[in-house]
Structure formats: structure tokens, C-alpha cells
């Protein structure tokens, strides 16, 4: 190669790089040249880039970074995060869905991403599509044991579909549920009380039966009267 080449990449489709390639001694036979392109170079002025923009709370020109980065990392899920949460707060759902679809692949059942799965669905005005995610995030978070997270994201099914019969029988079990569990603890809450009078009773009842063995041991009999001899009286006449 004689020199280097540099070109202006733009923001969209491709840019023709052409590199002179010289032999040092004339060839009578055609010459063919066997080359190579590498990431790694323009893989990290990006990254690093993108993280000197965030510190500074440039976040449009972070955007502008992280897009071309995303070239070349498609698969980098917790980036195309970031790129989606940016494009739901410029209210640009269509630019975040397909973001949205890269972390969805790489776990289906993280609920950060699939709330800003139906942020996108509701910034699309397909509210038909946002019901059935919002229902996995509810399942999700039963299996978990989040039990006020499941019943909050139950009403916003709610919310949007009024009528689902689903989400209307989760939150009337979920109802009949802790009217059970109270009932229970009601219960428990009583037994124990019994069991503590029944003890400080029991307490009492030891209390004196030390105290009737101490009387049983200790009698109160009076001393026999001790006989005191009198002085002999005048002979009988």
C-alpha cells in the first residue's frame, strides 16, 4: 500500500475506501492481493468516545456514538438498552422498537426491557400488543414472589382493558388470598395470646403449690404445754 486512506463515513449506507497498491518489481503474470478489514480499532475510539459523551450528559451525541457502535456490536444488548431508553424519552418509539427486540432476544423475561417494550407499543398506539407484555411482566413477577409488583401491574391491565377477564380473576384471587392469610394470622395472633395467659397461670399454680409443700413441711400446731411442778401445799387435816 503507497499511502493511507481516509474517508468521511456519514451517517448512512456505505463509503468506498480506494487504496494504491504497488509492486516493487514489474509482474509479467496477473497480481492478486489478498486483504482484510479489522473492527477493533474503530470498536474502541467509539466506546470510548461514548462513555467521555455520557460523562458529560451529552446524550444526543452519545445517541449519534452509540448508533455507529451498535454497527458493529448487533448483538450488545445492554447498548441497544440504553439506545431505546433514549429513544422513549424523545418520544421516538418507532427508532426504539427495534432496539427493544435486541435485548428481548438476549432475555426474554427482563422486565426493564419489557416495560419499555409497552412504553413502545403505547408510544405506537398498539395498545393490543402491550396488554399481552404487560401479563408476562405479571407472571414474572408472581414467580419471583413480588407479590405488590404482580398486583400493581395486574390493575394497569386493568387500566387498559377494563373488562380481561384474566387480570380480573388474578386480583380476585390474589383478594381471596389475603383475606385468608389475615384470617390466619388472626388465628395465630389468638393462640399465641391463650398460650401466654396460659402460662402466666401456670406460673401461679407453681407459685403455690411451693408454698402448700412449704406449710405441709412446717405445720402450724402449737408446742405441747410443758408441765411445771407446783410446790407441795398444806397436808390435808
Partial sequence: VQSDV???????????ATFT??????????????YFT??????????????LLESMGRQEEWGRVAER???????????????????????????ALPKIQVAYKADARH?????????????????????PVLKEIARIHGDAGRVRDRI????????????DEEARAALRETSERRDEAAKA???????????????EDGDDIMVVEEE???????????????EIPLPPGPAPA
Avoid: H
Avoid at 474517508?7 to 463509503?15: A, I, K, L, M, W
Avoid at 419499555?116 to 405506537?124: C, D, E, P, T
Fill in 69 to 95: 457502535l451498535s454497527f458493529f456490536k448487533p448483538d450488545d444488548a445492554p447498548l441497544a438498552r440504553k439506545l431505546a431508553a433514549l429513544y422513549l424519552d424523545q418520544d421516538d418509539a418507532r427508532r
Fill in 152 to 163: 400493581e401491574t395486574w390493575k394497569r391491565v386493568l387500566d387498559l382493558a377494563p373488562t
Fill in 6 to 16: 481516509s474517508v468521511t463515513e456519514g451517517n448512512s449506507g456505505t463509503t468506498n
Fill in 111 to 131: 422486565v426493564p426491557t419489557l416495560e419499555m417494550l409497552v412504553r413502545a407499543f403505547r408510544g405506537l398506539g398498539q395498545l393490543p400488543k402491550a396488554l
Fill in 38 to 51: 479489522s473492527n477493533a480499532d474503530a470498536v474502541a475510539e467509539f466506546e470510548e468516545s461514548c462513555k
Fill in 185 to 199: 394470622l388472626a388465628a395465630e395472633e389468638e393462640l399465641a395470646e391463650v398460650e401466654e395467659i396460659v402460662a
Fill in 212 to 226: 402448700e409443700v412449704v406449710f405441709d413441711l412446717k405445720p402450724s400446731v402449737p408446742p405441747a404445754r410443758e
Fill in 21 to 34: 497498491v504497488g509492486l516493487y518489481d514489474a509482474a509479467d503474470t496477473t497480481v492478486t492481493v489478498d
